[in-house]
């Protein structure tokens, strides 16, 4: 009798590059070794209309896609991520991430070393390396029963939802970095081919960035109460 792996659910987070997009999610194809997971596609938000066209008339046309009627930023579009499907596990990445080969392979044996099978998994991605949960594996178990329901702390706009969850489940001893499974993240802040600049996507967001880091100060001295 042959064992099913778990459902993963891969959601790809997504604004204003849509070529980009379309890589990255040639690269989930190309280079993902498990055998069963899902692709979900969230577009923040339908003013893009330019991503829309590109994913409907590219191969991954019948992937679910879905779009916020209204800016959501990077954190309400992540906790997407958590409500989006029913798999036991999921992915939140963005378009400008590189997965490489057996990357969720790698990391869902990472996940199945916590005593429940249930945590949160960082991946190798060329700048933060362990350190923090820009992208990450997580199951919806520990999500509902460990976090309060919810994936990034909904006070955040854009900014340090990551932060908060990463710091969170070191302390509860529920994070565990793979390093190897490497999702590169083509950033202004990676180095050598996966280096890039800054383009409006990023700078478009800064002005929330002193708020952001305002709340997590603010929480981290409570104990993130």
Same mark, same amino acid.
């Given at each position: ?8 659910? +891969?959601?790809? &987070? ?9 890589? $990255?999610? /040639? =690269?989930?194809k190309e280079r993902t070794t498990y055998p069963n ?23 991954? $046309? ?9 800016? !959501?930023?990077?954190?309400? !579009? ?19 991430m590189e997965v490489t080969k057996g990357w969720l ?29 820009? !992208?990450? &594996? ?15 702390? @909904?006070?955040? +706009? ?6 908060e969850l990463f710091r969170r489940s070191k302390l ?10 490497? +999702? =590169? ?14 383009? !409006? +996507?990023?700078?478009? /967001?800064? @002005? ?8 997590? $100060? ?8």
């Amino acid at each position: 009798m042959t064992s099913v792996e778990p459902e993963v659910g +891969v959601c790809m &987070l997504t604004y204003k590059r849509p070529q980009q997009l379309i890589k $990255a999610l /040639s =690269w989930i194809k190309e280079r993902t070794t498990y055998p069963n997971y899902k692709i979900y596609v969230i577009i923040d938000y339908e003013s893009d209309s330019a991503t829309l066209h590109t994913l409907k008339t590219s191969p991954f $046309a019948k992937e679910h896609i879905e779009m916020f009627s209204s800016r !959501a930023e990077c954190v309400k !579009a992540t906790n997407r991520c958590y409500s989006i499907g029913k798999e036991p596990y999921f992915v939140y990445l963005s378009d400008d991430m590189e997965v490489t080969k057996g990357w969720l392979t790698k990391a869902m044996k990472c996940m199945q070393t916590f005593p429940d099978k249930n945590g949160l998994v960082v991946f190798k991605d060329g700048i933060q390396n362990g350190n923090n949960a820009c !992208a990450g &594996l997580v199951s919806r178990e520990y999500v509902r029963t460990g976090l309060g329901d919810t994936l990034f702390h @909904p006070q955040y +706009v854009h900014y340090c939802g990551d932060t908060e969850l990463f710091r969170r489940s070191k302390l509860m001893d529920k994070v565990k970095y793979c390093p190897t499974s490497v +999702v =590169w993240h083509r950033h202004f802040q990676a180095q050598g081919v996966h280096k890039v600049a800054k383009d !409006a +996507v990023y700078t478009d /967001s800064l @002005p929330v960035w002193p708020g952001d880091r305002k709340i997590l $100060a603010e929480r981290t001295q409570r104990g993130f109460k």
